[in-house]
């Protein structure tokens, strides 16, 4: 998405009525929900891969 896009979707969620776009607000945070878990993966995998330590990894 890019900063147009990102400013028309954020300009209609404004002029709407909030009652009818809730979906989009619970829809968008599931989204955050499920990217964050795989940007914490994506890490996991390219640390093991390059051999950096955990930061789970106890000393």
């Known amino acids: 998405m ?3 896009d990102k400013n ?3 300009n209609d969620f404004k002029k ?3 009652s009818n776009k809730l979906d ?3 829809f968008a945070l599931d ?3 499920i990217w964050d878990e795989i940007i914490s993966e994506f890490s996991t995998i390219a640390q093991m891969k ?3 330590p955990s ?3 106890d000393k």
Do not use: H, R, S
Request: a negative charge; aromatic letters at 14%.
């Open 31 to 33: 989204q955050e929900v």
């Open 16 to 18: 709407a009525d909030i």
């Open 55 to 57: 930061k789970t990894t």
């Open 24 to 26: 989009m607000w619970f």
């Open 8 to 10: 028309e979707f954020l």
């Open 50 to 52: 390059i051999g950096a």
């Open 2 to 4: 890019n900063e147009k």
